[in-house]
């Protein structure tokens, strides 16, 4: 089937706004993550999903960003009021449970003005 | 989080063979992972070790150490689409739980 797909692609927004970043995991996959990528550097864990409840949220940088998942697909990832510093590319990744190998969507390239 | 140390940048030339070595520090260890990324893309899985030892993938291997928290990918017969990132990952198990913890990459340059 397909692979995790997120949208918007590309972002670009201005500081101080509100952003949605959205991704679909692979259908049937339990286990979703939400990871923060900037350049030269690996990917950093924000928050992990086991079905609809966030089982780990200890990567989020602050109360500005938050993540839901509420019928345990789809999950959105909420940035409020946006700086400049939250500009990196945001990638979601899903595996069928917390045991087996994620598999990452394409990304969202976040650029806050 | 997790020391994880890999090599910044690597230079290698097409039909050879080159080893990407990668250390780490964990307490809960779970695996170790090891994904390719292209500028611009999303990793993409490579290689999965959780006991000691060497799993091959055809051109792709990769030998695991936990007792030396260590572990290398080896590519073996270069080419030039193999010109991407890579990067170490290790699953840390805390309560429960499995979390993820990526190493900055190792940029792989190849050349004719």
């Known amino acids: 089937g397909a692979g995790v797909s997120q949208t918007p692609s590309n972002k670009v927004t201005e500081k101080g706004k509100y952003v949605e970043l959205r991704c679909d995991p692979i259908s049937g996959h339990t286990a979703l993550y939400w990871y923060r990528q900037s350049l030269g550097q690996g990917p950093e864990f924000l928050i992990y999903?086991?079905?609809?409840?966030?089982?780990?949220d200890s990567g989020l940088p602050n109360d500005r960003f938050f993540a839901v998942r509420p019928e345990g697909s789809v999950s959105t990832l909420k940035i409020q009021r946006t700086e400049r510093g939250d500009s990196a590319v945001y990638l979601c990744a899903s595996s069928l449970n917390r045991q087996e190998t994620q598999y990452f969507g394409p990304g969202t390239r976040l650029l806050v003005l | 989080g997790q020391n994880i140390d890999q090599p910044t940048e690597m230079t290698a030339t097409e039909g050879a063979i080159v080893q990407i070595n990668c250390t780490y520090q964990?307490?809960?260890?779970?695996?170790l992972f090891w994904y390719q990324q292209h500028a611009g893309e999303a990793p993409t899985f490579l290689s999965y070790n959780v006991l000691d030892g060497l799993e091959e993938k055809g051109r792709f291997s990769s030998f695991l150490s936990r007792s030396k928290g260590y572990s290398y990918l080896l590519l073996k017969e270069l080419q030039m689409k193999d010109s991407a990132s890579y990067l170490c990952a290790v699953r840390d198990r805390r309560d429960n739980f499995n979390k993820f913890y990526f190493g900055s990459g190792t940029k792989l340059n190849v050349k004719p």
């Open positions: 999903f086991q079905g609809t409840g966030a089982a780990d």
């Open positions: 964990t307490s809960g260890f779970n695996g």
